[in-house]
């Protein structure tokens, strides 16, 4: 998967942008604030739907503009694909693929794998088990369509069945069955698949980390739900819905699962350094990209925003290698020196282009 260009007018700080894309590595300079970061958000919207550090849409439109607009023209395999996203504020933003614009955004999902490396993926150690869950819900939804129908599914049961937890009004049992019923069934596939993504992601997860910690460490992922414990998720609902009542909430289902996250048999929450807790997510993401990779037969876009820092010389030298190795294809990169970015264009023979941001203007 190729990005060869990328259209920007009133994202964020970013004005106006028109940039064309080296096939290897394309780097971005800049000091903090100036809008680095930014570009990276554009390349993700495009893949996600969605700003990878804002949610909510209308807060992405330069504060100056009422609208913003996004559009990157891509190369997969011999295939072409122009991808569009436009909002104005207080209406809907449109989603496009070829001019054509999809009905649901769900369908977009996968079409074009990425993945990025960011400074915010530490609330996957340091936030509680939603962001770890989500971590890896999302890449499975990236390559089994069906997983986000039942996941996005689960959902839905789940806020009817809080809603009738909360209302005033008398709620018959059969009700609470019915939907209990439907959210065992899905529970129960969504649990299967996360059992055979894991076991089949923690050895490549657990080979990247060595290389860059040069094997010095022992890390590992434990996934922990309620359906392990043999029990069906609609009687365990049934036996805590006096309680749940209490609460207001649902204690009990697949949305409460774990992913737990060592280091030498401990949490790495409570015993990881910056440097280890860094090296173990970035491990994470080089799995989850050589995850998509297989999936997909075709390399996923590769997002590395601030990546050596807090990092010893001896972890970047290793991601550097394995940066430029022929396993990555299309890399987008963000620092504010050319110190690693040097070390790194040096091994990759000159193909590459470096950007200059400052305040929201990018020159090549």
Known sequence: MKLKSLSIINYKNISDANLSFSDKINCFIGDNGMGKTNILDAIYYLSFCKSHSNLIDSQNINH??????????YKKNDTQEQIYCGMKRKQK???KRNKQEYEKLSDHIGLIPLVMVSPDDIELISEGSDERRKFMD????????NYLHQLLQYNILLKQRNALLKSDTHIDEAVFEIIEEQMDNIGLYIFEERTKFIE????????FHNKISYGRENVSLDYVSQYQKHESLKQRMIDTRTRDFALGFSTQGIHK???EMTLDGHPIKKIGSQGQNKTYLIALKFAQFDFLKKIHFCSPILLLDDLFDKLDSNRVEQIVKLVSSDLFGQIFITDTNRKHLDQLLTQINNNSKIFTIVNGEISL
Do not use: R
Not at 64 to 73: K, M, R, S, T, V
């Open 93 to 95: 933003k449109q989603f």
């Open 200 to 207: 089949e992601f923690i050895p490549v997860f657990q080979n």
């Open 138 to 145: 999302g890449v499975i939804s990236q390559f089994n369509k």
């Open 257 to 259: 699962d774990e992913l």
């Open 64 to 73: 100056n503009a009422d609208f913003f607009l996004i559009q990157g023209d």
